[in-house]
């Protein structure tokens, strides 16, 4: 197999709230051959100052982020809103900059959301990994509707022995995070994810999965606040064996 | 508190609005759905519907010459107006001139939007809603909640009740049957004697000079058949070259407004009565009005005049579900609203609209016509922090954090700080107070996190 040098992007909220998510990629991607390194020059991918219509703070954080992460042959994202922004976004900062714009292409056509690389690029599937539970997926919006992530998480999971899965009804519906979104009209988002939680405890899963840590910080924040027993983790926890440890909310 | 949150939280105390919201969206969400799976291609569709308007919009000056030219040719007059007031203005000075008592109106969200109702009752012109849900928010004395389904924010329950105050000779029975009758013995007399009827348009169509509308009730042909004198109002943006681009747009608008193969009624007309027409209008008049559109294609949302006023991204927006159209405070309400509000009533005032959208991009996946509706929203905040308009507390909070996340080493510092404390905050697994984040706690608690950032963590494994 050949080795991929590639960049993990960790994303900041993985970073503050939940390093594991950063580990799990590392292991399935050094699972999957890659040669993952972590560059020290990145903080945030300035995500929030872009939803904010801040493009000034927007374009310095992103000129950061592609000076990090440019020399390597793949940049990989255990989030599929931070990939998306990189993806679909940088491109549209600098679309004036002559100057900035082809190492923002560069940098974009090169940046993968972590189980779209494993499943498309790498072709590779979880051996030897076993849960025994029922588990629920929601497709986080970002991921999925800028990414066409849908069917990538899903064929990894499938390959987890005793992991067995729970319908979602609106699956693709928002959770009503939306980054800054929940804090700024917390009673909306409040709405929105209520009706969420409320359809997650419906299927009987024992755990929530998503592919990214703010729909799963917002949903397992609800679910808790209500007195539910589910479990939330980010997927790729499941998909690099990782499935044993604390879930969201949980001690060590 | 803005206006916006305030309606938006009345909105969100009221138990009735979600039902009866949820029930009607729900169903076009579902009804849509279905009609798309069993449409051949319909991304193809999209595709092109999206190329025809903006055909259109790069050549708007043509196409309305042609109309105007073909409109005039079959013996309608062609009015322009560049404002709301303008419009309101030639629309009066006409039913005054037709001695008009009574107008019979077809619903229409241009006569919404340029203030119609209004206008007409301020020059003491009696106004008949043909549309049975604009007939109901007449008797309410409220405004549209929905594009499609004005008065979807109402259940029958309360709809009764209005009709048994309102009506001249109410229904007794609480059946549709019953409450329909009530209606129709309330308008048909007032509907026949208009004499003059004001429809807005669907489509214009350049190469013959027709207009397209479509209705469910049929009720706009009430106002274009009898009265002596018909009225069009409609957005320049509504032309297409010729009848087969109609017939494509209106495949899209039907299935992405209620999930139909075509509306119940379908009319094309063009121009008044000629000499043999057993009826029609004796004059027609046709207003065309800008109010800000030629603008909206000089200021980035070109894009937006695609819009064919089907209502799908509004019926399947997680927000307007939640809060209805009322909160929205115009006349356009869900994502179609919050680009548009701004352009006809100001983004200082309307600057909440394009924030109170969680950017998750399902209304641009629904949209018939593939307008980029959260980068149009993006726009408007870029705009409104450009020009000041976001609050202070915003600007000084972002400032601060980009210029530590400007800073890798300073970052890494602060997160550090930033988890220990967090960490002293929480109780078992999970924070139910944290500060400077009420708004997340209020409703949900907050995962404590990991005794260490993942970065810290990362490095001390490295060293090892």
Redesign the interface.
């Known amino acids: 197999m050949m080795t991929r040098n590639v960049a993990l992007f960790v994303t900041c909220l993985v970073d503050v709230m939940r390093p594991r998510i950063g580990f799990a990629a590392i292991r399935a991607l050094e699972a999957a051959g890659c040669d993952v390194v972590v560059p020290q020059g990145q903080t945030c991918c300035g995500q929030p100052a872009l939803n904010s219509g801040d493009r000034d703070h927007a374009a310095a954080l992103a000129k950061q982020t592609i000076k990090a992460l440019e020399p390597y042959e793949a940049i990989i994202v255990p989030s599929g809103s931070c990939a998306g922004t990189i993806r679909c976004h940088y491109p549209e900062i600098f679309e004036h900059d002559a100057a900035w714009l082809p190492r923002a292409q560069a940098v974009a056509a090169k940046t993968f959301e972590v189980m779209a690389y494993l499943d498309e690029v790498c072709g590779w599937k979880p051996e030897g990994v076993s849960v025994d539970a029922k588990a629920t997926y929601h497709d986080s919006c970002s991921g999925l509707r800028e990414l066409g992530i849908k069917a990538q998480p899903r064929r990894l999971l499938k390959s987890i022995d005793g992991l067995t899965f729970a319908p979602l009804a609106g699956e693709e519906t928002c959770c009503g995070f939306g980054g800054t979104f929940c804090v700024k009209y917390p009673a909306i988002s409040n709405a929105i994810v209520g009706e969420k939680a409320d359809a997650i405890d419906a299927t009987g899963a024992d755990l929530l999965l998503a592919g990214d840590l703010g729909c799963l910080m917002n949903m397992a924040g609800k679910l808790n606040r209500k007195g539910s027993k589910v479990r939330a983790y980010h997927a790729i926890e499941l998909i690099a064996g990782m499935g044993d440890g604390p879930a969201i909310g949980e001690e060590a | 508190m803005s206006g916006f949150?305030d309606r938006?939280?009345a909105a969100?105390a009221d138990p009735i609005l979600k039902i009866a919201v949820e029930r009607t969206a729900g169903t076009a969400e579902a009804k849509r759905g279905i009609a798309v799976a069993a449409f051949p291609d319909f991304d193809a569709a999209r595709i092109r519907a999206a190329a025809i308007k903006d055909h259109v919009i790069a050549h708007l000056g043509h196409y309305l010459e042609k109309f105007e030219a073909n409109a005039v040719a079959a013996g309608a007059k062609v009015h322009w107006a560049s404002t709301s007031d303008e419009a309101c203005r030639i629309v009066i000075d006409l039913c005054k001139r037709a001695n008009a008592k009574t107008v019979a109106r077809s619903k229409s969200m241009l006569g919404e939007e340029i203030g119609l109702p209004h206008a007409l009752a301020e020059a003491g012109i009696g106004r008949v809603e043909t549309d049975l849900a604009e007939h109901i928010i007449q008797l309410a004395d409220e405004r549209p909640s929905h594009i499609i389904w004005p008065a979807m924010h109402k259940t029958r329950e309360q709809v009764s009740a209005l009709f048994k105050a309102k009506h001249r000779s109410p229904h007794e029975e609480e059946t549709i049957a019953a409450m329909a009758e009530s209606a129709r013995r309330q308008l048909r007399g007032e509907m026949l004697g208009a004499d003059v009827g004001i429809s807005g348009a669907n489509f214009l169509i350049a190469d013959t000079g027709a207009i397209c509308t479509v209705t469910n009730e049929g009720n706009a042909e009430l106002s274009l058949v009898p009265p002596r004198v018909h009225i069009v109002t409609a957005g320049i943006e509504k032309i297409v070259p010729s009848m087969p681009h109609a017939i494509h747009m209106l495949r899209m608008l039907a299935r992405s407004a209620t999930g139909a193969a075509l509306t119940q009624y379908t009319t094309f007309y063009t121009g008044p009565r000629r000499p043999g027409d057993r009826d029609g209008p004796e004059e027609m008049h046709i207003v065309l009005v800008d109010n800000g559109r030629t603008r909206m294609r000089e200021e980035g949302l070109a894009e937006m005049l695609r819009c064919i006023r089907c209502g799908a991204c509004m019926n399947h927006c997680?927000?307007f579900r939640?809060?209805g159209g009322h909160a929205y405070g115009g006349t356009y309400p869900g994502p179609m609203g919050s680009v548009l509000t701004p352009v006809f009533d100001g983004l200082p005032k309307n600057r909440d609209l394009?924030?109170?959208?969680?950017?998750?991009?399902?209304c641009?996946?629904v949209c018939p016509v593939r307008i980029p509706l959260p980068t149009l929203l993006?726009g408007?905040?870029?705009?409104?922090?450009?020009e000041g308009l976001?609050p202070t507390s915003?600007?000084f909070g972002?400032?601060v954090?980009?210029w530590v996340?400007?800073r890798?080493a300073l970052?890494r510092f602060g997160?550090g700080l930033?988890?220990r404390a967090m960490r002293l905050l929480g109780r078992?697994?999970?924070i139910g107070k944290l500060p400077l984040?009420?708004?997340?706690t209020?409703?949900?608690?907050?995962?404590?996190?990991?005794?260490?950032?993942?970065?810290a963590?990362?490095q001390r494994e490295r060293r090892k």
């Not at chain 2, 394009?354 to 399902?362: E, M, R």
């Not at chain 2, 984040?437 to 997340?440: P, Q």
Request: aromatic letters at 14%; hydrophobic letters at 40%; charged letters at 25%.
């Open positions: 949150t938006a939280d969100l997680v927000v939640q809060i394009a924030h109170a959208c969680t950017l998750n991009g399902k641009q996946e993006r408007w905040r870029e705009k409104s922090w450009r976001e915003m600007r972002l400032g954090w980009a996340a400007r890798p970052y997160t930033a988890v078992k697994g999970w984040a009420g708004g997340w209020r409703y949900r608690d907050m995962p404590k996190p990991a005794a260490q950032t993942f970065m963590q990362y």
